[in-house]
């Protein structure tokens, strides 16, 4: 049997600390599908197709990765794709709570679908999309927090703000 993985989260922008953890998932599963939540109600710097241009970009040469949006229940599109498990990072305590509601959540709506913690290299554990955003909007330097490709994306999406 094929071992399918979701990797899901909002992506607005992906940074090393994802793809750090998308390079410890990926080697457990066949196939791991980096999955863009799609929510209109929530306000995003990147559109849907601009994160998952980029994320794209990132994976294209990484077999066994795949990059698609979703809308709706994070466990239906589990059962749409055929995925066994979901993969979340937990950087600290912080986290925890979050997440540890989340999967009960998840797992209330489908049991049959397991989620898997990872932990992300220590030295990226005060990654958050939200803080690359502020520092980068108050032109701090992010280079070494998110890949170049997106480095520059951000730079002209917040210059032009
Ligand atoms: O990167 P994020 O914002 O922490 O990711 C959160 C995400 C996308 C994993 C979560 O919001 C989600 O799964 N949304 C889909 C809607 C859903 O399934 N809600 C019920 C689960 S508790």
Redesign the pocket.
Known sequence: MERIGVF???FDPVHNGHLDLVSRAAPLFDRLYVAV?NNEAKAALFTVDERLGMLRELFRDTPGVEVESFSG???DFAAKVGAQAMVRGLRGVADFDYELQ?TL??RHLRPQVETLFLMPRGDLVHLSSRLIKEVCSLDGDVSGLVPELVGEQLRSRLRKR
Do not use: A, E, F
């Open positions: 899901p989260g909002s939540l229940l994070l466990v989340m959540m998840n």
